[in-house]
């Protein structure tokens, strides 16, 4: 009896230690520092005239990214639904009160909308053009646009 007993319970044992298996997961993480975006210069039209045809801004805008990795870049204006790729063109409304002006703002190419910045600045810069300034009332006019900056893998 003590023998079967005995043969039982290590029938048991290695049975149970059969039925069950484990292994250790590893969690990990690098760290990076975050983006930087600075906005180094507006985009400015300077003084124009009504009815005045194909105007292009006196002074373009810039940008600058720094940051550890690829980011992509994408962009909207103020009364935008979502953000483009900031390949593609934008209009961007200034206003003074209730009058308007429709601006196309472009920026220089960047393939893909992708920066690699690897621990570098880059700087993207920017244009405005109008293709004629319609019959507003006199004063000062500004809109604006968002510019958005996210790392990818």
């Known amino acids: 009896m003590k023998k079967l007993l005995l043969l039982f319970g290590i029938m048991s044992s290695l049975l ?18 975050p983006i930087e975006v600075v906005n180094k210069k507006d985009v400015e039209f300077g003084t124009i005239v009504v009815g005045q045809e194909n105007v292009k801004a006196k002074s373009n805008g810039s940008i600058t990214f720094s940051g550890e990795e690829k980011i992509r870049v994408s962009w909207k204006a103020e009364d935008g ?37 690897n621990g570098t600045q880059e700087t993207i810069v920017f244009s405005g053009k109008i293709d004629k300034v319609p019959e507003v009332a006199p004063g000062s006019y500004s809109g604006n646009f968002t510019v958005r900056a996210e790392y990818i893998d």
């Not at 059969?18 to 690098?30: G, H, I, L, P």
């Open 16 to 33: 149970m230690g059969e039925n069950e298996k484990s292994v250790d997961v590893q969690v990990t993480a690098r760290v990076i520092k």
């Open 81 to 117: 639904h979502g953000f483009n790729k900031i390949n593609d063109p934008i209009v961007v409304t200034i206003a003074n009160g209730e009058n308007e002006i429709k601006t196309l703002i472009s920026t220089e190419e960047v393939s893909n909308g992708v920066l690699n910045l």
